[in-house]
């Protein structure tokens, strides 16, 4: 019997707010434990919070982004639990009434368009932070982070296969990125993912018991767990098991799940709204004026990559992925750089340099009208396609121009049909063996041939010219 698997992601991403959700302490990363904090968040009691309008204006923004419903009326709700994390006992939630209902992600798979369909996003604020080190008999706790703002953005169970849960986060993060509400930090956990997943006979409609993954802080991780986790159901469904409802551990080490809790230990939150924040109305007005902050987005900016600059989808998809890359390759057409050949500096030479640099393309020391004036040089033969990449190598370490480089160099390409003439008849001449070889039919020895005249030109000779003179001469 084949299987297949049903997955449903739950992503909380932090939202880039400088002060926290319901007081003004500072949501910085890496502080001094406990120094961020106040009675609100420290969950002192006679205290009340008051809701940041940012992190509600970034959740708008994303509902808006992700083509979901803006609900006019929403609420907060207290979700009880015990832990030493959380020192209210309860966590700002919502439940019944969440921000945003419905919308979606399109991703790609196998080259088609696939919609996953989102439930809701909400807003909640994040817990503090157990620390657990050294010999201690004992742990420390860090609330730092306690009441940092977390959209919670669940997906129905569209997903089918690890793959596409990847390209699914992925696509999100994009947009996160774009439209500047989460920096998409996975790593330092400002992108956090719980996966559920369940497998069912192909056909059946029914889904099959869900498993909750947690712990995976990177895509590769999320793929990686799920997919262990996908043959794990398999075969225990195969052996004629069941399958348990619970949440599991993913261990990147291993690259297997164990088991946290199971559905039995799962709690009863006991949601109720909260009565210290007034239920929040949202307008037309305030919609009009959030929608009018969004960027293009990178499906839209994609297609109009392929439309108007004539790039292949990948290539499209590529250099929309980052809103500044985007933007950095748009400048650069912008300044004369023919589209195709600049999408392939990008992808190519100046994404491996900035990646051996560690730099991001905000930190890139290349402008984008230096990219298009070298690209220029070329297409009018100044320079060759081989020049200019050690050219395009100066341009990053010095700033400079590309014709200034070429001057400073001598690095004018030759089209003088004489002067490459003249080297390869001294070529000819040192090398008569080959010349014979070449003449008594193989003819792979030309790029023998061209490299040796390259060589003597430090690569300055139009590879065009060299090649026709060249077949005539040895010919
Ligand atoms: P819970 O009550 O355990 O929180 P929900 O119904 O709220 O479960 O769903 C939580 C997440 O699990 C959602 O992303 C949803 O799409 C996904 N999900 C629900 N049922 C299944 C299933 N049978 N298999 C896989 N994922 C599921
Ligand atoms: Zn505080
Ligand atoms: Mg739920």
Known sequence: MEYE??????????????????????????????????????????????????????????????????????????????YPDLPKNYQISQYELPICEGGYIEIMVDNEIKRINLTRIHLEEDAGKNIHEGKIPYSLVDLNRTGVPLMEIVSEPDIRTSKEASEYMKKLRTILRYIDVCDGNMEQGSLRCDANVSVRPLGQKEFGVKVELKNMNSFKYVEKALEYEIKRQISILKEGGRILQETRLFDSDLGTTHSMRSKEQAHDYRYFPDPDLVPIIIDEGLLNEIRA????????????????????????????????????????????????????WIMGDLTKLLKDDG??????????????????????????????????????KTGKDAD????????????????????INEIMSTHTKEVERYRQGETKLLSFFAGQVMKATKGKANPQLLNDLLKAKLG
């Open 293 to 344: 902050t969004l960027p293009e987005l990178p499906d839209i900016k994609r297609q109009r990559f392929v439309r108007d600059f004539g790039l292949t989808d990948y290539d499209a998809e590529f250099l929309s992925s980052e809103r500044a890359l985007s933007e950095w390759f748009e400048e650069a057409v912008k300044a004369g750089g023919q589209p195709k050949a600049c999408a392939n």
């Open 5 to 82: 698997a049903v997955i449903g992601l739950e992503v909380h991403a932090q939202l880039s707010t400088k002060t926290k959700i319901f007081c003004s302490c500072s949501t910085d990363f890496g502080s001094e434990p406990n120094s961020q904090t106040c009675p609100v968040c420290l969950g002192l009691p006679g205290v009340l919070p008051v809701l940041n309008k940012k992190a509600l204006n970034y959740a708008i923004k994303t509902g808006l982004a992700l083509n979901s419903r803006i609900a006019p009326l929403s609420r907060f709700a207290r979700k009880n639990y015990f």
């Open 404 to 423: 200034l480089i070429v001057k400073e160099k001598g690095l004018v390409q030759i089209t003088d049909t004489s002067e490459i003439e003249k080297i």
């Open 359 to 396: 730099k991001s393309i905000d930190e890139c020391p290349i402008k984008p009208h230096q990219l298009a004036s070298m690209i220029t040089l070329i297409d009018k033969g100044v320079i060759s396609g081989k020049i200019a990449k050690s050219i395009f190598q100066d341009i990053y």
